[in-house]
């Protein structure tokens, strides 16, 4: 079975740090770029991150960039995302999801194809 | 930072109702939209890809068009399980930018 599996998430104080993690299965997971996203309670998803095949080529949203690092281990089928300077406005249900594309009319089309239930970081003193 | 603008942010509906859900890109996207659905306390899923391409084994009641920067989930009879929370999404630049979310209820 095709899936990824979030762990990680807890309870944190204001400025503190947590490493989430994210196991792959059942797919090659050297072979696909990968994202976080996350949604805070009762709110829509936002993107949070993107990673590339070897880790090389990282983006951030502009509201983590500089806080949190993004990386994975290709040996492991694992994907990590370091979050420092944690503030309240990051309590969020955090989710990694696999990156398809697909070529059509000329283009690729990316879109996400398989999620994992998720992990909860909660920042509070 | 290319904004994602859904509407309605919730929206009432019957089974058997035919609904329609927008979703409204701030420049063109072309058709670089994707559309999930999500249940409460689940991940979401993929329904749609490319504006217009049926995930695997999402049924065919759901739709979706549009290009450039307006675009449309549609659910062509509701069914009980549809109830839900739908979200669009756009490929075209990162950040991939997602729209608000458009809550779907029960009459």
């Known amino acids: 079975e095709v899936q990824v599996v979030e762990s990680g998430g807890g309870l944190v104080q204001p400025g503190g740090s947590l490493r989430l993690s994210c196991v792959a299965s059942?797919?090659?997971?050297?072979?696909?770029?990968m994202h976080w996203v996350r949604q805070a309670p009762g709110r829509g998803l936002v993107w949070v991150s993107q990673?590339?095949?070897?880790?090389?080529?990282?983006n951030y949203a502009d509201s983590v960039e500089g806080r949190f690092t993004i990386s994975r281990d290709n040996a492991k089928n694992t994907l990590y995302l370091q979050m420092n300077s944690l503030g309240a406005e990051d309590t969020a249900v955090y989710y990694c999801?696999?990156?398809?594309?697909?070529?059509?009319?000329?283009?690729?089309?990316?879109?996400?194809?398989?999620w994992g239930k998720g992990t909860t970081v909660t920042v509070s003193s | 930072d290319i904004q994602m603008t859904q509407s309605p942010s919730s929206l009432s509906a019957s089974v058997g109702d035919r609904v329609t859900i927008t979703c409204r890109a701030s420049q063109s996207i072309s058709t670089y939209l994707n559309w999930y659905q999500q249940k409460p306390g689940k991940a979401p899923t993929l329904l749609i890809y490319?504006?217009?391409n049926l995930q695997s084994g999402v049924p065919s009641r759901f739709s979706g068009s549009g290009s450039g920067t307006d675009f449309t989930l549609t659910i062509s009879s509701l069914q009980p399980e549809d109830f839900a929370t739908y979200h669009c999404q756009q490929s075209y630049s990162t950040p991939r930018t997602f729209g608000q979310g458009t809550k779907l209820e029960i009459k």
């Open positions: 490319a504006a217009s």
């Open positions: 990673i590339n095949t070897d880790g090389s080529s990282t």
């Open positions: 999801a696999r990156r398809v594309g697909e070529y059509n009319y000329g283009s690729y089309y990316y879109y996400m194809d398989v």
């Open positions: 059942g797919f090659t997971f050297s072979r696909y770029w």
